[in-house]
């Protein structure tokens, strides 16, 4: 940590400062500059609190070096992880970009039954599929919830595909775990603490999507949670974040794809249906996380999506995404091989 | 709701969405304009879903009239509602302004009763202290949990005060709400859904701070799912938003206090210490929300704030909050009188 | 135009607001809602100012149907246009991706030559390099200024390549304008309305860089001053936007190239440079936009950016600019043949 | 300046950096840490540029201590400015609150000389209105120009008043200002830096508007261009800031009032009118800002809201005026003498 001391600060209080830092059992070390003194603290084994220099009137700011995060960092795993969902399928490292598909809610059998058989003859194993959905307005539809997540495991069963879908309450994770394959925290709980606890708990793999104004310390520190819980399986999920733009529903963050990579060995995969909010943007946005080195995608795709009872207009129609599911293997294939 | 067609729609498409409209159960009134036209949508008793028409492709956007809340807007309760806390202390509409202060979390039975035996010399009836505490990095203090509530409950009993706590997770409200008087619902849980449907059972009133990136409109509707589950007695408070500015910890929106008041019947407090994150700014803007409007104000204060386990930086010290306290009543009062 | 009322709003109301309408020359219409009234405003040619019934106390929103521009729109020009830059190199539409690229700042005559000899035998047309810069503060290196133009255009001569520079006040454009190809608005001057008035009346063709916290419209409007001006020659470039995120330097707004590429016939490039604001994410996110849609980028290069005047650290390398730039032409080969 | 390094950084990599840094005549000192190395560059007499370290590949970030303003800056001139306006108007340390009022907009003879007679009534000594206007669209209304600043010339001496008005370009300084008692430098043109070296070289004093998106740091950079140049009279005016909220047409950053005047000693005026876009919302504003510690508001006025060609719904109306005129006189009169 590097203590900023204000131009005006006098030798006395270097003194204490000094002596406060020698308290907490770690060493000063002065840095004179041309208008202002600052105080490295060496000796630390970890993170140390600001908060006992923060508040002197001498100091001007505080300066973090080591970061809020351990387990997630490329620095103490430089490999990169690849996460196993299900049996077979892999995501991560040099694994098979991985599409990820399904309605926003569960909205009954024939919807989501429809969805799964379209799906499995693209060659798309994994379903996502909200069964507990949250929104904004209590007057809005809050999805099936038990009864969707028995679906999911018919599902399962009748198609052999994965299923992925969001638990929005640490309480539920036990009985939403025992039938999917992969739990998802979504943007809205990125730092909902008892939750994260709570999936570090579960042996299921977990997609964490980023907050909509986290700031990628912050995301990585949640991911922390988990992995610090005991569960190594975190697959983070870039969605948008909220900006001033309202010409999209939220702004599509791709440059922190290549950024999270190097600093963290998690996967990172892209959902351009939450990040744009338009139909007509999600494949151009899904091609370009290929290249800009997404391990994956999701997208949001219903059979009738004018009659979807959440996130319509976002929605794929099958038709869209058996084209957009094409040019992705073309994309990927040749990102691959030839660039 | 209005839909709003591109300036090449044709004749046919308005009568497609006319269609649908009627289908719905509601009326279409066509709205002629220069460039393009637009078509109302009129008939229904509240919220209808713009997902059916936003996807259509003559449609450019659609356009909602009704809001996502209802019970939280003064359109359909004009009179501001009167919170009571505990038996007493009261908040909203005329009652007196209320100060509630406290540490950022508790960290021993010294330190927080030494703090309740300073507030009620100063004639502060409301305590806040964390025990349960959102922190971003699992590295850091998480709280002293169950032991916290119970020494609040010692702090109620031997001081008399009415204590507030923050809860994180719907299973602790239950065993929190027996202990404190007032809940808080954090800013990282304005949208924790299962967290506000909790609240609405309890009986206990509850703080709703602001999210961090949270629209007016969605903190007015998690109010709405508080009432909507049978509890009216919502505190709202700001506390600050995340903005591209960094000079401070988050972005003071003093502007929405007389706004949220003028859409809203509930009361309003701002939070000065999370808003700056700086103890130098929350004397002034502490002073300034009253004039904005505010109902009362909620400030960290801290024995030894150099020593604080989180938050240090925006505590007052006791003889800062003294005098930020006889200046409150001294503003609160002219302004009540005089201006 | 729509004027939506308060729920309390009476047939009084209604009627003075109409009254109002009428005196403007246009016709009201009321569409009868669950909760509340609207009216929309029809007869209008264009843009109507919401002026006069904003303010009124019945009113509750106005909602803008017509756009701030209109040269600039799809709408009225569904044809892509085709900028053409010096006598044949074309932008916009099916033209081959572009490529431009330069140094932040002319620093010297070897500096320049060295990169434009560079860029020549990478077979880039197109060389930028900045020679008034505007720089936050004023104890920054301010640029070359006339000796920078007078360098470029000795490039121009000796390498018969194009050359783009930043024009940052209207008493210069004249004289930069003989020097150089193509005039850039830089991203502080997109509502410099003088100079985009200036650039309006020049025949040269202009980049005009989105603003820091510009939205799409106020972009689009800022080049239809240009356009209004007699000048049809944009090219927009997207360089990322102001938010709270501070990882990277701006935050890359990719999803609108294909929205504004719907709502506007003029070519949109991106410049990931200024972006992301790190060297290691340029190649990632400049591939990115190739597949987003775009129709070129802006390179920063220097010969040594470990020296470089200004923005080194967001500067490619030579020998990181000549893979870079060989990836751009396999992958743009492969999204026009194979996409 | 501190140089941290990667945690996989070798002497060899500490070595190198070093010897840059003795090149550029400075003096490097080793700060090692728990997980990583960080460097200190001493010995310099002002800002260094830290291009030369960021980009080299042991380098995972560079962070600057000293500010890129020193003229505006308390450190180096404690004592706050006092700025004289006109002969007698002063404003900044403790000159009573200063009121500036007028329309956004000049749009004849007859709404400016009543508004201005009105004003003189208030004891209200500054005018301020708009000849040059800036608007985000060519279709709407851009001011009377030349004729709007004579029209100001005759307030002027036709009532003794001051008046104040924006300055779009720097060729229409020199003009302006020999017209006009003090120059206004709009949010838009915050980073024009041609048009802030013109107002340098200008005796008049200059009201500095923050950009839309400007960080504190930025704003006081610009204002250390006028400084530099050589005209030490600028008021610095808060106008609020661009975020993600939409409830107001921008957010007001009260909190920085009182940050920024601990960082500089220029004095800082509030903008209510713009900073929240509605009129209901302009008393509480204007009011809380003097608690802030404002040294003074500029408020819009017009004598027919509902006919005003721009910004209407935030103007006020006269009466209003009048009213919050004798609040603001109360308010200020109670913070001075009892707060």
Known sequence: MLIVLHHWATEKDVESINKTILKLGLKPMAIPGAERTAIGVIGNQGWVDDAPFRLLKAVMETIHVTKPYKLVSRDFHPADTVVTLGKKVR????????????????????????????????GIQVLRAGAFKPRTSPHSFQGMREEGIRLLDEV????????VTEVMSPEHLGMIAEHVDILQIGARNMQNF?????????????????????????????AEYILLGGNPNVVLCERGIRTFETATRNTSD??????????????????????????DLVPPMALASIVAGAHGVM?????????????????????????????????????????
């Open 299 to 339: 997208l949001e795709v219903h059979p009738e999506p004018e009659r979807a009872l959440s996130d319509g207009p976002q929605s794929l129609h099958f038709r869209e995404l058996e084209k957009l599911n094409g040019r992705i293997i073309k994309l990927a294939d040749f990102v691959k091989k030839s660039l």
């Open 254 to 279: 791709l440059a922190i794809i290549p950024l999270v990579k190097s600093l963290s060995h998690l996967p990172v995969i892209f959902d351009p249906s939450h990040a744009t909010g338009r139909r």
């Open 156 to 163: 399962r069963k009748e198609f052999g595909m994965l299923v």
């Open 91 to 122: 995501t991560g490292g040099r694994s098979p970009f991985l599409v990820i598909a399904g309605p926003c809610a569960i909205e009954g059998r024939d919807q989501i039954f429809r969805t799964a058989e379209f799906l499995v003859k693209q």
């Open 194 to 222: 008892d939750l994260l606890n709570e999936a570090g708990r579960s042996k299921r793999p977990v997609i964490l999507k980023r907050g909509l104004s986290a700031t990628v310390e912050e995301w990585l520190a949640s």
